[in-house]
């Protein structure tokens, strides 16, 4: 199987953004892409000590964080829809994040993931 660099490091190697630039990314992504229970914690309907029984059961169960917080009855399945709803519609992916800090344009984002991932395609037909 061949292995491929991420996304980040592909335009690295090509010399279209600098490793600085990766990180600050993901520091971007990582302050929007907020879970579930933070933002529950942020609403008051969970708190520190809900969180990490939530996070040991779905540890052992794999189960996901709001099943468990249902049934645990921490939160309703209202709650949940409203926490999954806000978390898919604000989520950030790497490339919108790169364009936000202005490494890259959106439009070379577009260009080079299209590439990356032909090239990525081209070499498991091998």
Same mark, same amino acid.
Do not use: C, N
């Given at each position: 199987m061949n292995s491929r660099p991420r996304f980040?490091?592909?335009? &690295?190697?090509k010399g279209?953004?600098?490793?600085?630039? &990766?990180?600050?990314?993901?520091?971007v992504q990582i302050r929007n892409n907020?879970?579930?229970g933070e933002r529950a914690k942020d609403r008051g309907w969970l708190t520190d000590d809900n969180i990490l029984r939530i996070l040991a059961i779905q540890e052992e169960t794999h189960e996901?964080?709001?099943?468990?917080?249902?049934?645990? =009855?921490?939160?309703?399945?209202e709650q949940t829809?409203?926490?999954l709803k806000e978390q898919n519609d604000?989520?950030?992916y790497f490339g919108e994040a790169l364009a936000k800090i202005e490494a890259i344009s959106y439009d070379e984002v577009i260009k080079q993931? =299209?590439?990356y991932t032909d090239s990525f395609l081209r070499r498991q037909s091998e």
């Open positions: 980040g490091q592909y335009l &690295v190697e279209l953004i600098t490793t600085d630039a &990766v990180i600050s990314a993901r520091l907020r879970m579930m996901k964080f709001g099943e468990i917080a249902i049934r645990e =009855k921490y939160l309703t399945k829809d409203q926490l604000s989520y950030m993931l =299209k590439e």
